[in-house]
């Protein structure tokens, strides 16, 4: 009797493996030379700054009427080699500023061709300080710059602990291909 099970148990299972063989031949077959891949190439996106370092050490307080003289002076060029438009954030990636300089009164100013854009250090995010926010480049286009830093002097604040600081950043760029979410002026 025990033989008896063992032999139809034996013949199901071989069964079972005859018809799961069958099937998996006489199945379609998908043959990968029929499959066609589908690319979409809406364009390439390329955008860099000329120079990004940016050094400042022992900034002294100048009056905010003095900057394009006796402030620190950086500059810089966006430059597109996309065949895109780009929507465009540029900020400080700061990598070492002494917590003095954290201040309403550490200033910085950009100049464009036709504009000019100020502020100031005191919202620091991790290490970042966004200074423009979208800025439109057109395909191939190239915009100059020149960033000014300077520790604005103030007659009614001790500005003592500011003295002897410095400053270490790299102007930063993030792109988008989103002309829509960029405000062109």
Do not use: H
């Not at 099937?23 to 043959?31: D, E, G, T, V």
């Not at 597109?80 to 910085?108: A, P, R």
């Not at 991790?126 to 604005?152: A, M, P, T």
């Not at 604040?157 to 792109?175: P, R, Y």
Request: negative net charge; aromatic residues 10%; contains cysteine.
């Amino acid at each position: 009797m025990k033989e008896e099970k063992y032999l139809i148990l034996l013949i199901i299972l071989i069964s079972l493996t005859v018809i799961s063989v069958s099937f998996a031949y006489f199945s379609p077959n998908i043959i990968r030379e029929n499959i066609t891949d589908t690319k979409v190439n809406s364009g390439k996106l390329k955008v860099d700054i000329s120079d990004d370092k940016i050094t400042a050490d022992n900034i002294a307080p100048i009056y905010d009427k003095d900057v394009t003289n006796l402030a620190f002076k950086k500059d810089f060029s966006i430059i597109s080699n996309s065949t895109l438009n780009s929507c465009n954030k540029l900020y400080l990636d700061i990598s070492n500023i002494s917590e003095e300089l954290k201040s309403e009164y550490l200033k910085y100013m950009i100049v464009s061709d036709d504009k000019t854009y100020e502020g100031n250090f005191k919202n620091i995010n991790d290490n970042k300080l966004v200074l423009l926010d979208n800025i439109f480049l057109g395909s191939n286009e190239v915009k100059n710059y020149k960033l000014y830093i300077w520790l604005s002097y103030q007659d009614d604040i001790n500005q003592i602990d500011m003295l002897g600081t410095s400053l270490t950043a790299k102007i930063s760029i993030e792109s988008f291909d989103e002309k829509n979410n960029c405000i062109v002026e």
